[in-house]
């Protein structure tokens, strides 16, 4: 990337006038212009675009494509095109220098590499913005692809998920900030993940919403307890319980709530 970048110095007016003397002050300054607006389309590229290693959101990469995509006419275009008028610039200043003492080589070298390099630049130009924008709409396509497979595998939002959603997160602020109220829970614990409810009473009566929010799962086991706020954490105090079960419910809190919440598990 940086050699796009970074303007090759042979098609820099400093080099130029450098390198022509008063050879170009003699002449119309037709070949400087064209280097200075050169220049000029160069810094007006947004050359960060180009970056895509970072990209981990299909929301941030379908952005990318659509900038690249601007972008590219809006900028890059221009650029290229300054590019070739660079070189075409010097090729018509060759052709009414050449005719000057041996003392004007240093400015016909300069000249010839303007015409080398101003059509190659612009197809460089071309081929790493275009490269850019494949990447960029490779890695949507790759990041599309992950998030439509994780929704694919998520639970349904049910209202039975929704609801106990809802304990859990109001439960949890009274655990945290109100110590003097009591709050119980009924864990169900599947094969695959596990979902608490939460309250100032539970029963059996809870357990076919526990079922219906872990639906799809199997071989449920459950565990009553209480929750209590220690050591910076939520902790699960009953009968058969261990830190074991704590980063299960941990990680079905996760699944369920969107947070990871700190938890321990004792009995």
């Known amino acids: 990337m ?16 450098r390198q022509a ?5 003699a002449r119309p300054a037709t070949v400087g212009d064209a280097l200075r607006a050169l220049q000029k389309a160069h810094e007006a590229v947004p050359w960060a675009l180009l970056q895509i290693e970072g990209l981990n959101d299909p929301g941030a990469a379908e952005l990318r494509v659509a ?21 075409q610039a010097a090729t018509r200043w060759l052709s009414g220098a050449r005719k000057e003492s041996a003392s004007a080589r240093p ?17 460089t130009l071309e081929r790493a913005w275009r490269a850019a924008l494949e990447g960029a709409e490779k890695r949507f396509a790759e990041l599309q692809a992950a998030a439509q497979q994780a929704r694919a595998g998520r639970p349904e939002d049910s209202p039975e998920r929704r609801r106990v959603r809802a304990r859990v997160i109001d ?11 009591k709050v119980l829970f009924l864990l169900c614990l599947g094969h695959k993940s596990c979902a608490p409810y939460l309250g100032p009473t539970v029963s059996d009566a809870q357990k076919p919403l526990l079922t219906k929010v872990l639906k799809g799962d199997t071989g449920f ?27 299960r419910i941990e990680r079905g809190l996760l699944e369920l709530t969107g947070t990871r919440w700190r938890v321990r598990a004792r009995e």
């Open 2 to 17: 940086a050699a796009v970048e970074t303007t090759p110095a042979e098609l820099t007016a400093a080099t130029w006038e």
């Open 21 to 25: 003397g008063a050879l170009a002050k």
């Open 67 to 87: 900038q690249l995509r601007s972008e590219g006419e809006r900028r890059l275009r221009p650029l290229c095109q300054q590019a070739q008028a660079a070189g």
């Open 107 to 123: 400015a016909l070298q300069a000249a010839e590499a303007i015409v080398r390099a101003g059509p190659a630049w612009a197809g």
């Open 171 to 181: 439960q949890f602020r009274i655990v945290k900030n109100r110590p003097d109220r």
């Open 221 to 247: 086991k459950f565990f009553r307890g209480e929750c209590i706020w220690e050591e910076g954490g939520y902790t699960f105090v009953g009968s058969r319980l261990s830190m074991a079960h704590a980063r």
